[in-house]
């Protein structure tokens, strides 16, 4: 019997995936769930749409994968560092600017999903919990201020970081589009981050 692979000629299923991935996170980040067409995907991962459906099972599956694989690139990439939340927040910020698909993923899930539940919340949870411990501790140990609860400090961190990639618009109209406005900003972000955290020299 011929397999499904045979049928749709894959010799590397590892570098078929990996082509599906790139070219999915473009088309979600772009189009977000509702908008994004799997041929479109298909043509750009030069893969079989058929065989998208075998390996992901529908479209809402595929972008849950793709943005729980680029949010754990990011966790791998730039750990969580509550003793040098400045840095930390440095190191966000050029992710971010790096990589502005994960932003568009994240708030993508937002719009379509609202406040109901996500698919694989559970493990989206344990995520984030991973993370918040890290602040935790740093709490326990008195390394970092607990007026803040964990959660929360996490919350605003991450918004600290994000939200000039998510609103460029905003930053423009409100910071400048030069780079000393950009550097005045990030200096900004970097005595906020060091306040909420209690960091201050």
């Known amino acids: 019997m011929v397999t499904l692979f045979r049928m749709a000629g894959v010799r590397d299923p590892e570098a078929t995936k990996a082509r599906i991935f790139e070219a999915a996170t473009a088309e979600f980040a772009a189009h977000g769930i509702a908008g994004a067409r799997i041929d479109r995907i298909a043509r750009e991962a030069r893969a079989n749409k058929q065989l998208i459906y075998a390996y992901f099972g529908n479209k809402a599956e595929l972008f849950s994968q793709v943005l729980e694989r680029r949010l754990m690139e990011l966790a791998a990439a730039i ?36 406040a109901d539940g996500i698919p694989h919340e559970e493990e989206r949870k344990r995520h984030y919990e991973r993370k ?70």
């Open 79 to 114: 750990p969580v560092d509550a003793e040098d939340p400045d840095g930390w927040i440095d190191r966000l910020m050029d992710y971010h600017a790096a990589h502005p698909e994960l932003i568009r993923l994240v708030f993508w899930e937002g719009l379509e999903y609202g």
């Open 132 to 201: 918040v411990a890290v602040f935790a501790e740093a709490q326990a140990e008195g390394v970092v201020d607990a007026r803040i609860p964990a959660p929360d400090l996490l919350f605003m961190m991450i918004a600290l970081a994000s939200w000039a990639t998510v609103q460029p618009q905003m930053r423009r109209i409100l910071i400048g589009d030069t780079d000393e406005d950009a550097a005045r900003l990030r200096a900004s972000v970097r005595a906020a981050a060091r306040r909420l955290t209690g960091r201050e020299a």
